[in-house]
């Protein structure tokens, strides 16, 4: 069966980094886009990133672009998020999942196109 699952997450002080681990079992994940979602008590569901099949694409939101750096090695078939000069902003749970529908990130990220969503990880941003 299918099973994804997301690590990496912790409490971190302002400016800090973290790394994000997406690893999937019974599951390719090089052969589709994979994308992290994140969410904070309150708040929808945001896409943060994603990762297509082709060298190069790749995508970020906003609110994160220029400070996380979305990554697979495909020799192992996972895909990493680092997250550096994080902000209390950045608390929430990060998930990732798989685009059944697309290779490629487009220009945004629609939630119902993923699938084989994790438990996620919770990432603490807090002095």
């Known amino acids: 069966q299918v099973q994804f699952v997301e690590s990496g997450g912790g409490l971190v002080q302002p400016g800090g980094s973290l790394r994000l681990s997406c690893v999937a079992s019974?599951?390719?994940?090089?052969?589709?886009?994979v994308g992290w979602f994140r969410q904070a008590p309150g708040k929808q569901r945001e896409g943060v990133s994603c990762?297509?099949?082709?060298?190069?694409?790749?995508y970020y939101s906003g609110s994160v672009k220029g400070r996380f750096t979305i990554s697979r090695d495909t020799a192992k078939g996972t895909v990493t998020l680092e997250m550096n000069s994080l902000n209390p902003g950045d608390t929430a749970v990060y998930y990732c999942?798989?685009?059944?529908?697309?290779?490629?990130?487009?220009?945004?990220?629609?939630?119902?196109?993923?699938?084989?969503w994790g438990q996620g990880t919770q990432v603490t941003v807090s002095s």
């Open positions: 990762v297509g099949t082709s060298i190069g694409d790749t």
């Open positions: 999942g798989a685009n059944l529908q697309r290779t490629a990130c487009g220009n945004v990220m629609r939630g119902h196109e993923y699938s084989y």
């Open positions: 019974g599951f390719f994940l090089d052969y589709y886009a």
